[in-house]
């Protein structure tokens, strides 16, 4: 009886709540925002500080065995560690993106007070160690983290754990680029997969606040700065087509040599977590002697491509190698993005194809930094599926307002080829083998009542159809259906439309697998 009564309340309260969460949320948003951004700023602060060390260390190290041989010792000293720490906590390997895909469907859960300090740790060794990692993803777990666990000191449930996650990814972002609307934007398009206004409006709270902390202290200035010539002729059009569909094949590709490697690492599992990490520590100790630019997260390389020209041969040779050792990186399961270094590897991937458009068909050489910013968001979107989140990205990152029309043709075409190619997201294939091994804890039987929120997209099951003709999940309750500033009681006959949000409420424990029934009826995929 005490069971049932608990579970009434769980039910009531829980919906109660939602009904006051565009207010809530605001207010939380802001709280979450400053703690996240603060956790993140203070992380972008020292990854600079790694930066600025290695490269002083190898500078120190020209012409000095001694010195290498430390440097060398220090670096497998820095593998053991990192090791250390995912085995410690297996949830921090990687990126976090993946993992906080999984934790917002309700089929992972991760521990905040683990992932705060081993992540941040693990992060900054790798970039310390060189490897060829970015900071966006590993901030992006740090601002959602810092949320789940301001949702368990405010004794939150579930439902509204999800919304500060949301946020505090979104601020995490935001912090790692100055890129607020970017911010929200990828969390809307890859992790919260849900654009209704509590969501936008919490989220943007919470970037807002993350970014003028964080520009703050570190300046205005926009991550990238370097010269567009202006629009690119629309003679040139036709080039853009054709690069369109190289970076979205190129993404394909990308996208399965970064699984292929990562399943071999896999399969030497006897090696363990250290023992996996000592090998990529050990690549970044042997080009730190000898091709000491392809270290680190590839700003650097960024910006020579930008203002220097390149001879063609030198930067096949680069690219080749910064793509061959991001995958070396990454697949060790070493805390580290490739949100990042996907850019500087779409970067390179357009200044090579502006420098044979430059010999081979006359292109003006002032137009190669257009390919660049063009490539960069496209090989993005092949990547990620993330079109919107990748324009708008490059906008806020190169403070350059006047290649949308370019823009869009080259990251649509992009798009369309990777969708073509039946080539899977590349966060989905990472949660996908993420949850094969189940890593992370599971949600325990019984858990308390969560609300989740989906889309109708047009064309999928469930438009145009009666409540009572859709073979609803058993394990959730339809609690109501919005449709725009309406809220409607579902019953048998209620028609559901294109557009319309439907509002579930299932068991913790039931929630991962509702969430992919929901998915497949609301989704045209």
Not at 476 to 491: A, D, F, M, N
């Amino acid at each position: 009886m005490g069971e049932m009564m608990r579970e009434k309340k769980d039910i009531s309260y829980t919906i109660r709540r939602s009904a006051d969460f565009p207010v809530i949320m605001i207010g939380e948003g802001i709280l979450v925002g400053a703690v996240a951004g603060g956790i993140v700023l203070l992380y972008r602060i020292c990854l600079n500080y790694a930066g600025t060390w290695m490269r002083q260390i190898l500078e120190m190290c020209k012409g000095d065995p001694l010195r290498s041989a430390l440097w060398i010792g220090a670096l497998l000293l820095m593998a053991v560690v990192t090791g250390l720490l995912v085995r410690w906590e297996p949830m921090i390997s990687g990126s976090g993106i993946p993992q906080l895909k999984g934790e917002m469907e309700g089929k992972l859960e991760q521990r905040w007070y683990r992932i705060l300090p081993a992540k941040f740790l693990g992060g900054f060794l790798g970039l310390f160690g060189g490897l060829a990692l970015g900071r966006e993803g590993p901030s992006i777990q740090l601002g959602a983290m810092a949320g789940k666990g301001i949702s368990r000191v405010l004794k939150r449930g579930k439902t509204e754990e999800k919304f500060l996650l949301t946020c505090g990814a979104s601020a995490g972002m935001a912090a790692a680029f100055q890129a607020p609307l970017a911010g929200v934007m990828f969390t809307m398009e890859e992790i919260h997969k849900n654009f209704t206004a509590p969501v936008f409006i919490s989220a943007m709270t919470s970037a807002v606040v993350a970014d003028y902390m964080t520009s703050h202290v570190l300046g205005m200035d926009p991550v990238f700065q370097f010269d567009i010539a202006g629009n690119l002729p629309q003679r040139y059009y036709g080039l853009l087509i054709v690069m369109g569909l190289v970076l979205g094949v190129f993404g394909v590709f990308y996208n399965w040599f970064t699984l292929k490697v990562q399943s071999l690492y896999k399969k030497a599992a006897f090696l363990g977590p250290v023992g996996k990490a000592v090998f990529p520590f050990l690549v970044a100790g042997i080009l730190g002697f000898t091709v000491p630019e392809i270290l680190g997260n590839g700003h650097s390389l960024i910006d020579t491509m930008t203002h220097e020209r390149m001879v063609l041969q030198t930067l096949i040779v680069l690219f080749v190698l910064r793509f061959l050792f991001s995958a070396v990186s990454f697949g060790s399961g070493v805390p580290g993005g490739i949100f990042f270094p996907m850019l500087v590897l779409g970067a390179f991937a357009g200044c090579v194809f502006g420098t044979v458009c430059n010999e081979m068909f006359g292109v003006p050489a002032e137009y190669i930094n257009n390919f660049i910013l063009l490539a960069m968001a496209g090989f993005f979107t092949a990547v990620v599926r993330a079109p919107m989140t990748g324009i708008i990205l490059i906008f806020e990152l190169t403070g350059s307002l006047s290649q949308m029309l370019s823009l869009s043709v080259v990251t649509v075409i992009a798009y369309i080829t990777a969708m073509m190619l039946k080539s899977e997201p590349i966060y989905e294939s990472l949660l996908a083998g993420l949850l094969k091994g189940q890593n992370g804890q599971m949600p325990e039987e019984g858990g308390e009542k969560v609300l989740d929120y989906y889309a109708v997209a047009e064309g999928s099951p469930v438009a145009g159809c009666m409540v009572k003709e859709v073979s609803w999940p058993k394990a959730c309750l339809l609690v109501s259906i919005r449709r725009g500033e309406k809220e409607l009681i579902p019953k048998g006959k209620t028609k559901i439309q294109t557009g319309d949000v439907i509002i579930t409420m299932t068991d913790e424990a039931h929630n991962g697998e509702v969430c992919d029934q929901m998915k497949q009826l609301c989704r045209n995929e």
